[in-house]
């Protein structure tokens, strides 16, 4: 037995196998002792680490049944479903096809007014307004615009030499040093 059957029986028994991997175990086990003793093991593992462990373990508890079952008559799945004629099949799919198509233009026509005319959310004027507002001076920020600009634009140049010198990755490398203009905003 390979690390990689045990790898995926770990996660069979984990519940993070895939659908497809999962099918292929599951067949390979019903034929493979080995693979069932071990993945009796790591559930009797996971029991003790979740501390869900039973009073009595019987480990040939699966044998038991298996064997139980063996000697009842199975039942003929083949006569359990009876086949459809050929031409039934085709037929059965297109009828569920026309069903979908149908269903999608009834329910979904862009230009159909809904019942009631839509559902209201909220009331538009129920929210209330302050009344007493202040205007704000701004004219001390006036001065400090250029100092400001002056700022940015060396905090640009620095974080770009920066970047260039450790190896960082650039968003558009063409461009080496953007600027902050006061009239572009």
């Known amino acids: 037995m390979t690390d990689q ?9 984990d519940d993070a196998l895939p659908p497809q991997e999962r099918s292929l175990l599951l067949a390979r086990m019903v034929s493979d002792p080995a693979l ?5 093991r ?17 480990p040939d508890l699966s044998d ?3 064997a139980a079952l063996e000697p009842e008559s199975a039942h003929d799945r083949g006569a359990a479903r009876p086949r459809l004629a050929g031409w039934t099949r ?3 799919g297109l009828a569920v096809a026309a069903s979908v ?3 999608a233009v009834v329910m979904f026509q862009p230009d159909a007014p809904t019942p009631g005319g839509g559902v209201q959310v909220a009331d538009a004027g129920s929210a209330p307004v302050a009344e007493d507002y202040r205007r ?3 004219s001390q920020w006036q001065g400090q615009q250029a100092m400001v600009s002056e700022r940015l634009n060396q905090y640009l140049v620095n974080h770009n030499e920066f970047a260039a ?3 960082m990755p650039v968003v558009a490398p063409h461009v080496r040093i953007v600027g902050y203009d006061r009239e572009q905003h």
């Open 90 to 92: 085709p037929l059965a």
């Open 42 to 58: 790591y559930t009797l593992i996971q029991d003790a680490l979740r501390n869900h462990l039973p009073e009595q373990v019987e």
């Open 36 to 40: 069932r003793e071990t993945w009796s």
């Open 165 to 167: 010198r450790n190896g």
């Open 136 to 138: 704000v001076d701004t």
């Open 101 to 103: 198509a149908v269903l």
């Open 64 to 66: 038991r049944v298996m």
């Open 5 to 13: 059957v045990k790898e995926q029986i770990s996660a069979l028994v």
